[in-house]
Nanobody, 125 residues
Framework: QVLLKESGSGLVKPSQTLSLTCTVS??????????WSWSRQPPGKGLEWMGT???????TYNPFFKSRTSISSDTSKNQFTLQLSSVTPEDTAVYYC?????????????????WGQGTQVTVSS
């Protein structure tokens, strides 16, 4: 069974960069064909796919987030990261990492793939 866990600061000041790490257990990021993804869910809203990285290091981003988002990986540590720059209070959300079989918005649901439990990030001064 694969396990994923998000970690990072739960509070970020406006205009700063949000940074989170997803640690993967029970699977190797370097030797599979899954898509390693970041998504978020703002209060009262639906799940928003942000971006994906593959075992080869190729990244794909939701155009809405592309200008502010950077996803990277360290396969030796079985980790991948999310950086979201220039944050505002609108970026307050629960952030999830996931191992998915689809690269983007298709089948974007906690029912498909393996997801971390999510971590709350609040943007506030």
């Amino acid at each position: 069974q694969v396990l994923l866990k998000e970690s990072g600061s739960g509070l970020v000041k406006p205009s700063q960069t949000l940074s989170l790490t997803c640690t993967v257990s029970g699977d190797s990021m370097a030797t599979n064909s899954y898509y390693w993804s970041w998504s978020r869910q703002p209060p009262g809203k639906g799940l928003e796919w942000m971006g994906t990285i593959t075992s080869s290091g190729f990244t794909t981003y939701n155009p809405f987030f592309k200008s502010r988002t950077s996803i990277s990986s360290d396969t030796s540590k079985n980790q991948f990261t999310l950086q979201l720059s220039s944050v505002t209070p609108e970026d307050t959300a629960v952030y999830y990492c996931a191992r998915r079989m689809n690269p983007g918005n298709a089948r974007l649901s906690l029912e498909y793939g393996d997801w971390g439990q999510g971590t709350q990030v609040t943007v506030s001064s």
